[in-house]
């Protein structure tokens, strides 16, 4: 990992921050980019003894039903499939996050792979922020079908991406945290401030 000093955001170049807005008015659509958080791939059996080091280690337990988060105060666990989790953290934490996993898992078949460069988080919300996925994402994310705690994995106006609703019933603005791979970031950004325009759209502080 590059020393703190020298990192840089997926999307710096875009000069986010000093097109964040301090009051989002009446827009619509807001975007952020969620920077550095930490990412780690964990892959393993879902029997008792795995999922007990698990909680043991971050004091998360992993969720077991398809598409489903479990999220504590600074880990969100996402279901990928039957033995497969994505687990975001607060940013620095990776090397904490993997150092505590392979202490307690070491004696066990597991998987554990620091994917934090490899991603990006976009975050949405907005009153029009289904709106916006839509245009783009096969999904029903209509709130009967999509809502907070799900997570999927799709495709975005082509990009693959793990969708991830945090917040917002039926009748409240959703938030969404969109995790897409570092190569398609600056163009699913540049698609996602496109689809927004119509509806007005700001851009804030992750």
């Known amino acids: 990992m590059a020393e703190p000093y020298l990192r840089l955001g997926v999307l710096d170049h875009r000069h986010l921050d000093a097109r964040?807005?301090?009051?989002a008015g009446n827009a619509g659509v807001i975007l952020c980019e969620r920077r550095f958080r930490a990412k780690i791939n964990l892959r393993g059996k879902p029997?008792?003894?795995?999922?007990?080091?698990?909680?043991?280690?971050?004091?998360?337990?992993?969720?077991?039903?398809?598409?489903?988060?479990?999220?504590?105060?600074?880990?969100?666990?996402l279901w990928?499939?039957?033995?497969?989790?994505?687990?975001?953290?607060?940013?620095?934490?990776?090397?904490?996050?993997?150092?505590?996993?392979?202490?307690?898992?070491?004696?066990?078949?597991?998987?554990?792979?620091?994917?934090t460069e490899g991603r990006t988080i976009i975050g949405l919300t907005g009153s029009n922020a289904r709106?916006?996925?839509?245009?783009?994402?096969?999904?029903d994310i209509h709130p009967?079908?999509?809502k907070p705690g799900d997570c999927a994995q799709s495709a975005l106006a082509k990009?693959?991406?793990?969708?991830?609703?945090?917040?917002?019933?039926?009748?409240?603005?959703?938030?969404y945290d969109i995790y897409v791979e570092r190569s398609f970031a600056d163009y699913l950004w540049i698609w996602l401030e496109d689809a927004a325009l119509e509806y007005g759209l700001a851009v804030t502080k992750g």
Do not use: Y
Request: hydrophobic share 40%; net charge neutral; charged share 20%.
């Open 80 to 115: 990928l499939g039957p033995n497969e989790w994505l687990l975001a953290g607060r940013p620095g934490a990776e090397g904490g996050m993997v150092e505590a996993l392979r202490q307690e898992l070491a004696s066990q078949h597991v998987a554990i792979t620091d994917v």
């Open 144 to 146: 009967r079908h999509f």
């Open 159 to 175: 990009a693959l991406i793990i969708l991830h609703q945090t917040s917002g019933d039926s009748g409240i603005e959703p938030t």
């Open 20 to 23: 964040a807005a301090n009051n």
């Open 47 to 77: 029997i008792k003894k795995f999922l007990d080091a698990v909680r043991k280690a971050l004091g998360v337990a992993l969720p077991k039903t398809p598409n489903s988060t479990v999220t504590t105060k600074d880990i969100t666990a």
């Open 131 to 139: 709106d916006v996925l839509m245009k783009g994402c096969s999904l």
